[in-house]
C-alpha cells in the first residue's frame, strides 16, 4: 500500500491539542475524519512527528498514514484540502517508502515561540504570542541561549508528568531570540524535545531577562536534573512546531 | 455628569458583530456588560462611532458614555480592560465635554481592508485577510482607486439594504492600495461611509485586478447609481475600522 507523507500548518486556537479525542475538536480527529471520508468509511490512522498541545501551532507538523489509493501526489493535496476545515492546510503530499515513518525517521526538529513583548497587548496576536508587558534584557537573554546549546540532559527543562521512560538526553543545535518591533522570536533547533521542554526553557529565559536569573544559571539548572527548579511552563499559545527534518 | 471617550480595539472574530443583540456575543454587549458591572447593576449606554458587521475588527473604533464617577483617565482605562474579554481593548480613555458624540461629532473615518494573494492560504490569516489565490495586476486597481477618490453619490456601492435615507453623497480623500509580500492593503480615508461600501468597493477594485472591468469603470459605476451593477460585497473578515477622527 503506497505510504503518503504530508507536510501540513494549523492554528491551534480551535483544536484540542493534536491526538485524537473521543468528545473534543483535534487535528487528529480531523485528519482523520476526511481520510475516512475519502476511503468510504474505512478508518485510516494517521502518525505524526509528534504531538501538539492544545493551542500550540504548527507551520511544518509532518504526518504519515497508509492507503489503499494510487493518486498522483498533487491530488491528495487537492482532495484532502478541499475536505479539511480552513484551520488545517495540507502544504506538501509525497509519497514515501514504506520504511517511512513520521515519528521515527525524524532527524531535527525545530519549534519557535513568540512573545508580545510591549506596554499594551495585542487583540490580533492573543492566541499566537504570549503577551509579557514587562522589560525584558534581550542580550542576558541571549546569552543565556548559548548555555541550552549542545548535547544535555534536559530533565530540568521537562514535564514531571512527562511518560517518557528512556534517556532525556538530547542534542540542541540552535537556540536564539531577538526583538523584531514588539515582539520576541525564540527560535528552537534539536535532535529532539522532551515533553513542554520548550515551554519550561522559554519561561527560565524569561526569568533571565527580568534579571531573576542569571544567564549561568542554566548550567546550575541543567546539572542540576530537577524540574522543580524552572518554575512554571509558560502557556501554549506562542509555541509553533516549525519544521521537521527527515534524511532525504 | 463626565462623558467619556474611549478608542478601543477588538478581534471581531468571535463577535456577531457591533451591535447589541439579546442572544448574541456582541461588542456592545460586551462593553456595556462591564460598565453595567462597574456601576453596581446600572444600565449605562454607549455610543459609537459606528456600528460593525460580523466578522469586522477595529483598530480605532471610537465610543462614548456617561458616568456618574469621577474617575482618572488612566484609572477607566484600567479598570475596563480588567474586566473586558481579550478579544478586546481600551487603548485610550479621556474625560470629554458634553456636547462630543461619538458619532455625530466625527469628521473623517479611515477603513483598512486585506487580502491574502497567494496561490496557498494562509490558516494564521483566514480570520484576519481576505482569502483570493487568483493573479492581480496591482497598477490596474491602483489607478480604478483615484477614481473614487473625490465627492460622489456612492449609491452604486452601498448596500441595497441600507436603512440611510439621507444622501447618498460622501467625499473620499484618500483610496490606495499596495501589495506587502503576500498581502494587499487597501487604505478608505473619507468624511463617512455608507453600509457595505468599503466592501463593495474592494469587490469592484479585485474585479479590475483580475481584468473583469477596467478601472476607468469606475467612473460609469458612480454614475450610474445602480447598487446591482457593482456585484457582490465582499467578506467581512479582511475589514478593519482603523481610525475615527474629531476636531480638536
Redesign the interface.
Given at each position: 500500500m503506497p505510504r503518503l507523507k504530508c507536510k501540513i500548518?494549523?492554528?491551534g486556537s480551535g483544536f484540542s491539542g493534536f491526538q485524537r479525542q473521543p468528545q473534543n475538536r483535534t487535528v487528529q480527529g480531523a485528519l482523520e475524519g476526511v481520510l475516512k471520508k475519502m476511503h468510504k468509511g474505512s478508518e485510516i490512522h494517521l502518525q505524526a512527528s509528534g504531538r501538539t498541545d492544545t493551542g500550540v501551532?504548527a507551520i511544518g507538523q509532518v504526518i504519515h498514514f497508509d492507503s489503499p489509493y494510487t493518486i498522483p501526489d498533487e491530488n491528495w493535496k487537492r482532495a484532502l484540502n478541499t475536505l479539511l476545515p480552513?484551520?488545517?492546510?495540507v502544504?506538501e503530499v509525497t509519497e514515501v517508502s514504506e520504511d517511512f515513518h513520521a515519528r521515527y525517521s525524524a532527524k531535527e526538529k525545530e519549534y519557535h515561540y513568540f512573545v508580545w513583548n510591549a506596554k499594551?497587548?495585542n487583540?490580533?496576536r492573543?492566541n499566537?504570542s504570549y503577551n509579557f508587558p514587562y522589560a525584558l534584557d534581550i542580550e542576558k537573554m541571549q546569552e543565556g541561549c548559548t548555555y541550552l546549546v549542545g548535547t544535555h540532559d534536559f530533565t530540568t527543562f521537562s514535564s514531571a508528568k512527562s511518560t517518557t521512560k528512556g534517556s532525556k538526553i538530547r542534542t540542541l543545535y540552535q537556540v536564539t531570540c531577538q526583538k523584531n518591533g514588539d515582539e520576541i522570536e525564540f527560535i528552537f533547533k534539536g535532535s529532539g524535545f522532551l515533553y513542554n521542554m520548550v515551554r519550561i526553557m522559554v519561561s527560565v529565559l524569561l526569568d533571565i531577562g527580568q534579571g531573576k536569573r542569571d544567564p549561568s544559571d542554566i548550567i546550575d539548572l541543567l546539572e542540576k536534573k530537577d524540574r522543580q527548579l524552572a518554575g512554571k511552563t509558560i502557556s501554549p499559545q506562542g509555541l509553533y512546531l516549525w519544521n521537521v527534518t527527515y534524511d532525504k
Open positions: 500548518k494549523y492554528d501551532h480552513d484551520d488545517i492546510y502544504d499594551e497587548p487583540v490580533f492573543r499566537y
